[in-house]
C-alpha cells in the first residue's frame, strides 16, 4: 500500500471513531432527555404529577453536572477509549433497570448514577474526536460530535414518543439499552487508543474559573440560556398539549421539526462561529427568546407552534455549537477540564431547569415554564452583550489545542 493510500486509510478510521463518538453523544443525550417527549404516560403510568416525573431529568443532570470536574481529574490517567466505553456499559445496564424498574425510587436511582456516566462523556468526547483527526480537521470534528445533539432532537426524541405510542415506556428503555450495546461496541471497534492527554487535578480544574476570566463569562452564560431553554423545553408537551390540544402523533412531528432546526442551526454555526463565535450566540440567543415569545402569543394554532418551533431549533442548533467554541477559546490548553466545567454547568442547569419548570408547571401552570425560558434566555443574551468580546479566534484556540494534545 503506497503511502498516500495509508493516509487516506488513516483518515477514514478516524472520521470512523468520530462517527462513532457522534453516536455515543446521540445515545446519551437521548437517554438523557428521553422522559421529555414521554412526560405524560409516565406520569399517569407511576402515578405522580409531571412535575414530579421531570425529576428523571433534573436527577441525571444534577449528577452528570456536580459529580464531573472530579471524575474526570480522578480518571486523567485512564486511557479516554476505555473510559469512554465503560460509560456505555453503564448507559445500557441503566436503560435496562429504568425499563424493568418496579418503583419511581429505582428509577431516579439509576438515572443519577447514569447522570455520572453522562456528564464525563460530555467533558471527554468533543476533545477525543478532535485528537484522531488531522490537525486541520479539529473545527469540523468537534462539528459533527455536537451534530449529534441535533440528530438526538431529530430521530432520537421523537423516535422514543413513537415507540412508546406503539408500545410503552418501559419497552422504549429497553430498545435504547440495545442501541447502547451497539454503539459501545462501534466505539471499541473504530475508536483508537487513546492515552489521557490535557488532564489536570481537581484543584486545577476548579481554580481556572477564578483564573480565566473569559471562561468564567462563557459559564455564566451557559447557566443562565441552559437554564431557560430547558425549563420550558422539558414541558412542551404538556404546554402544546393544553394549548393547542396536541395529539401524541402531533407532538412527535413537532419535536421533529425542532430538531430539524437544530441541524439547520448548527450547520449554519459551523460557519458563522470562525467568523465570530459572540456575534452567532447573539443572534441565537435573540432567536431564543423570539421563538419562545412567538410560542406564547401564537401557540393556540398549528401554524404558530411551527413557526415557534422552527426558530427555537435553529436558534438552539446556533447556540449549542457556539457555546462549546467559546469554551475552547477561552482553555485551548486546558480544553477538557474547561469542558467538564461547561458540563458541571451545562447539566446542573439542566437538572435545575427542569426543577424550577416543574415548580412553576404544578404551582402556576406550564404557561409560566414558558415565561420563565424567556426570563432566562434573555438574560443569557443581556449579559453576552454587556461583557463585550473577551475571547479569542477560534482558530487559534484550535491550533492551540491540537499542539496541546
Given at each position: 500500500?503506497?503511502?498516500?493510500?495509508?493516509?487516506?486509510?488513516?483518515?477514514?478510521?478516524?472520521?470512523?471513531?468520530?462517527?462513532?463518538?457522534?453516536?455515543?453523544?446521540?445515545?446519551?443525550?437521548?437517554?438523557?432527555?428521553?422522559?421529555?417527549?414521554?412526560?405524560?404516560?409516565?406520569?399517569?403510568?407511576?402515578?405522580?404529577?409531571?412535575?414530579?416525573?421531570?425529576?428523571?431529568?433534573?436527577?441525571?443532570?444534577?449528577?452528570?453536572?456536580?459529580?464531573?470536574?472530579?471524575?474526570?481529574?480522578?480518571?486523567?490517567?485512564?486511557?479516554?477509549?476505555?473510559?469512554?466505553?465503560?460509560?456505555?456499559?453503564?448507559?445500557?445496564?441503566?436503560?435496562?433497570?429504568?425499563?424493568?424498574?418496579?418503583?419511581?425510587?429505582?428509577?431516579?436511582?439509576?438515572?443519577?448514577?447514569?447522570?455520572?456516566?453522562?456528564?464525563?462523556?460530555?467533558?471527554?468526547?468533543?476533545?477525543?474526536?478532535?485528537?484522531?483527526?488531522?490537525?486541520?480537521?479539529?473545527?469540523?470534528?468537534?462539528?459533527?460530535?455536537?451534530?449529534?445533539?441535533?440528530?438526538?432532537?431529530?430521530?432520537?426524541?421523537?423516535?422514543?414518543?413513537?415507540?412508546?405510542?406503539?408500545?410503552?415506556?418501559?419497552?422504549?428503555?429497553?430498545?435504547?439499552?440495545?442501541?447502547?450495546?451497539?454503539?459501545?461496541?462501534?466505539?471499541?471497534?473504530?475508536?483508537?487508543?487513546?492515552?489521557?492527554?490535557?488532564?489536570?487535578?481537581?484543584?486545577?480544574?476548579?481554580?481556572?474559573?477564578?483564573?480565566?476570566?473569559?471562561?468564567?463569562?462563557?459559564?455564566?452564560?451557559?447557566?443562565?440560556?441552559?437554564?431557560?431553554?430547558?425549563?420550558?423545553?422539558?414541558?412542551?408537551?404538556?404546554?402544546?398539549?393544553?394549548?393547542?390540544?396536541?395529539?401524541?402523533?402531533?407532538?412527535?412531528?413537532?419535536?421533529?421539526?425542532?430538531?430539524?432546526?437544530?441541524?439547520?442551526?448548527?450547520?449554519?454555526?459551523?460557519?458563522?462561529?470562525?467568523?465570530?463565535?459572540?456575534?452567532?450566540?447573539?443572534?441565537?440567543?435573540?432567536g431564543l427568546v423570539?421563538?419562545?415569545?412567538?410560542?406564547?402569543?401564537?401557540?393556540?394554532?398549528?401554524?404558530?407552534?411551527?413557526?415557534?418551533?422552527?426558530?427555537?431549533?435553529?436558534?438552539?442548533?446556533?447556540?449549542?455549537?457556539?457555546?462549546?467554541?467559546?469554551?475552547?477559546?477561552?482553555?485551548?490548553?486546558?480544553?477538557?477540564?474547561?469542558?467538564?466545567?461547561?458540563?458541571?454547568?451545562?447539566?446542573?442547569?439542566?437538572?435545575?431547569?427542569?426543577?424550577f419548570g416543574g415548580?412553576?408547571?404544578?404551582?402556576?401552570?406550564?404557561?409560566?415554564?414558558?415565561?420563565?425560558?424567556?426570563?432566562?434566555?434573555?438574560a443569557s443574551l443581556?449579559?453576552?452583550?454587556?461583557?463585550?468580546?473577551?475571547?479569542?479566534?477560534?482558530?487559534?484556540?484550535?491550533?492551540?489545542?491540537?499542539?496541546?494534545?
Amino acid at each position: 500500500m503506497s503511502t498516500e493510500e495509508e493516509s487516506q486509510t488513516s483518515t477514514f478510521r478516524a472520521w470512523l471513531g468520530v462517527a462513532a463518538i457522534t453516536a455515543s453523544l446521540f445515545v446519551f443525550l437521548t437517554t438523557e432527555l428521553m422522559p421529555i417527549g414521554l412526560l405524560t404516560p409516565l406520569s399517569t403510568s407511576l402515578g405522580i404529577t409531571v412535575g414530579v416525573a421531570g425529576l428523571m431529568v433534573t436527577l441525571q443532570g444534577i449528577s452528570a453536572g456536580l459529580g464531573v470536574p472530579f471524575i474526570v481529574a480522578w480518571t486523567r490517567r485512564i486511557n479516554r477509549r476505555v473510559l469512554l466505553s465503560t460509560l456505555l456499559a453503564i448507559l445500557a445496564v441503566g436503560n435496562l433497570i429504568t425499563s424493568i424498574s418496579p418503583n419511581y425510587a429505582l428509577i431516579l436511582t439509576t438515572r443519577l448514577v447514569m447522570g455520572f456516566a453522562s456528564g464525563v462523556f460530555w467533558a471527554i468526547g468533543v476533545s477525543m474526536a478532535i485528537r484522531i483527526v488531522p490537525d486541520r480537521h479539529a473545527t469540523k470534528a468537534a462539528a459533527v460530535v455536537m451534530s449529534g445533539i441535533s440528530i438526538a432532537t431529530v430521530v432520537g426524541i421523537p423516535l422514543g414518543t413513537v415507540l412508546e405510542s406503539m408500545t410503552d415506556w418501559r419497552t422504549t428503555f429497553l430498545i435504547w439499552a440495545g442501541l447502547s450495546v451497539v454503539v459501545f461496541l462501534a466505539v471499541t471497534i473504530t475508536v483508537p487508543s487513546l492515552p489521557s492527554a490535557n488532564a489536570v487535578s481537581v484543584r486545577e480544574v476548579f481554580s481556572l474559573p477564578f483564573k480565566n476570566i473569559p471562561l468564567r463569562l462563557v459559564l455564566f452564560t451557559v447557566v443562565l440560556f441552559v437554564l431557560g431553554h430547558f425549563g420550558a423545553y422539558t414541558f412542551v408537551r404538556p404546554f402544546l398539549e393544553q394549548s393547542a390540544g396536541a395529539t401524541p402523533i402531533f407532538i412527535t412531528v413537532v419535536l421533529i421539526i425542532f430538531g430539524v432546526g437544530g441541524a439547520v442551526g448548527n450547520f449554519i454555526a459551523g460557519y458563522t462561529v470562525n467568523k465570530s463565535m459572540r456575534g452567532s450566540f447573539i443572534v441565537g440567543a435573540i432567536g431564543l427568546v423570539v421563538s419562545l415569545l412567538l410560542l406564547l402569543t401564537l401557540g393556540s394554532g398549528v401554524a404558530g407552534v411551527i413557526i415557534a418551533l422552527v426558530l427555537w431549533g435553529v436558534s438552539f442548533g446556533v447556540v449549542q455549537l457556539s457555546q462549546v467554541n467559546m469554551t475552547l477559546a477561552a482553555a485551548p490548553d486546558k480544553f477538557e477540564a474547561a469542558m467538564s466545567l461547561n458540563t458541571m454547568a451545562y447539566n446542573t442547569s439542566i437538572a435545575l431547569g427542569a426543577l424550577f419548570g416543574g415548580l412553576f408547571a404544578d404551582n402556576l401552570g406550564v404557561t409560566s415554564v414558558v415565561w420563565f425560558g424567556v426570563a432566562l434566555t434573555a438574560a443569557s443574551l443581556l449579559l453576552t452583550l454587556v461583557t463585550g468580546r473577551r475571547s479569542t479566534t477560534p482558530a487559534t484556540a484550535t491550533d492551540e489545542l491540537a499542539t496541546s494534545s
